[in-house]
């Protein structure tokens, strides 16, 4: 299975104030298609996780131009340029170029 | 806009089968994937299985042996099967539809095994 390591765990941002959140996968995900198959997820508390980036670098419709995904085929970063307090929950990364699909650990990230 | 409704009992004792629906209303039924996935605290989120409305299906290795996911199309609807479950089973389960990523989940049931 590819392992997807997050860093940091948890992360606590005074509102206004930018957020990165690390993603390291154990196998490249670029595909022959050119697509990276990888995935950002914000799940807030007593909710499923919500598609927030797709194919690393797309915002899914709706989801505000404070985030933005970006990498190469091992090492992804999802930003937050300026938190704000509904950003609040557990982000995870996905990556579906293999199966089983797998997701990281998750990234909680709370206000200051 | 699509919606994943899911139902199931939530309370099972050790050794019987987990069984689950999900019931799918709006959009496009045959060109996805659908998934269960589990999330407990100590494994985090974790890819069950899927089918598509073919019937063919993709099932996680950790968990082949037990698991079996069903589709009818007549309904829109995908279950799972997971026999002979533990303690370690225990987890909120969720459907959701997968194009590439997952894009659309079910609220999700908890289920706990215990005796």
């Known amino acids: 299975d590819i392992v997807m390591t997050q860093t940091p765990l948890s992360l606590a941002v005074t509102p206004g104030q930018p957020a990165s959140i690390s993603c390291k996968s154990s196998?490249?995900?670029?595909?022959?298609?050119?697509?990276?198959?990888l995935y950002w997820y914000l799940q807030r508390p007593g909710q499923p996780p919500q598609l927030l980036i797709y194919e690393m670098s797309n915002r899914m419709s709706g989801v505000p131009d404070r985030f933005s995904g970006r990498g190469s085929g091992t090492d992804f970063t999802l930003k937050i340029s300026r938190v704000e307090a509904e950003d609040v929950g557990v982000y995870y990364c996905l990556q579906s170029i293999q199966l089983p699909p797998t997701f990281g650990q998750g990234t909680k990230v709370e206000i200051k | 806009q699509v919606q994943l409704q899911q139902w199931g009992a939530g309370l099972l004792k050790p050794s019987e089968t987990l069984s689950l629906t999900c019931a799918v209303y709006g959009g496009s039924f045959s060109i996805y994937y659908w998934s269960w996935i589990r999330q407990s605290p100590g494994k985090g989120l974790e890819w069950i299985g899927e089918?598509?409305?073919?019937?063919?299906?993709n099932y996680n290795p950790s968990l082949k042996s037990r698991v079996t996911v069903s589709v009818d199309t007549s309904n829109n609807q995908f279950s799972l099967n997971l026999r002979s479950v533990t303690a370690a089973d225990t987890a909120v389960y969720y459907c959701?539809?997968?194009?590439?990523?997952?894009?659309?989940w079910g609220q999700g049931i908890l289920v706990t095994v215990s005796s």
């Open positions: 089918i598509n409305n073919s019937g063919s299906t």
């Open positions: 959701a539809r997968r194009y590439g990523g997952f894009d659309s």
């Open positions: 196998q490249s995900l670029l595909h022959s298609d050119r697509k990276t198959y």
